[in-house]
């Protein structure tokens, strides 16, 4: 079975700094990557997300993120962060052809971005 | 227009009740899924329906647990003899269709404490 671990619980950082947030998967087949964030007090959304073709993805607000197959990672990455960016960040896995429509999450990350 | 919603938003019960989470999904999704999120986990995958039948409940823990979406559209995720470990929230998602190109739109979700 497919899991994913992100790297850091928790992030703490102040305006305009740059944020790279790493998440790693195990499984050896195809794979449809997702970056999900929940910003307080609201529902999960989806950021942005990865099928196939070109491994750098661009999501809403600024955000990206980049496939790298060899090692496994999607890692999400903003060159400068907001105070409203504050939130938690989930990355999810699909297995394709393995898991069916099933999404494997990480932990999660949560940000704390300092005014 | 309207999102996910989710009915009640806290439930609180006494060990070895039985409880009833609903879920409305956005009208004319026929995907439905059920997820449960634990106290600084992430989201963990329940079950998938595609219009009236499950075609996924891998991820149900036990035969305590069981969901039903009888006529296509609201589902009612239903746990008997519920224990203290069931405490989470309980969180509903819809897409258009079941293929994961499609998005899935989480509803905020039913906190569930069990005493």
């Known amino acids: 079975a497919q899991s994913v671990s992100q790297h850091n619980h928790h992030v703490i950082l102040s305006e305009a700094a740059s944020l790279e947030l790493g998440c790693n998967y195990s499984y050896g087949g195809t794979v449809n990557l997702f970056w999900y964030v929940q910003y307080p007090g609201q529902h999960l959304q989806l950021l942005l997300k990865?099928?196939?073709?070109?491994?750098l993805v661009k999501g809403i607000k600024g955000f990206e993120a980049e496939f790298i197959k060899s090692k496994f990672s999607f890692n999400l990455r903003k060159p400068s962060v907001q105070w409203s960016d504050t939130a938690e960040y989930f990355c999810a896995v699909n297995a394709v052809r393995a898991a069916g429509n099933k999404l494997t999450f990480g932990g999660g990350t949560r940000v704390l971005v300092k005014p | 227009g309207a999102g996910v919603s989710q009915t009640p938003s806290n439930k609180v019960t006494e060990k070895g009740k039985y409880v009833e989470l609903r879920c409305d999904p956005i009208s004319g999704h026929t995907a439905l899924y059920w997820y449960r999120q634990s106290l600084g986990q992430g989201p963990e995958f329940l079950i998938y329906f595609q219009g009236t039948g499950a075609a996924d409940d891998s991820g149900l823990p036990n035969d305590r647990f069981f969901a039903v979406r009888p006529e296509g559209s609201v589902s009612t995720l239903k746990i008997q003899r519920t224990e203290r470990g069931d405490s989470a929230v309980y969180l509903c998602?819809?897409?258009?269709?079941?293929?994961?190109?499609?998005?899935?739109?989480f509803g905020p979700g039913t906190r569930l404490t069990v005493t």
């Open positions: 998602a819809s897409s258009l269709t079941g293929g994961l190109t499609y998005e899935q739109y």
């Open positions: 990865y099928f196939s073709g070109d491994p």
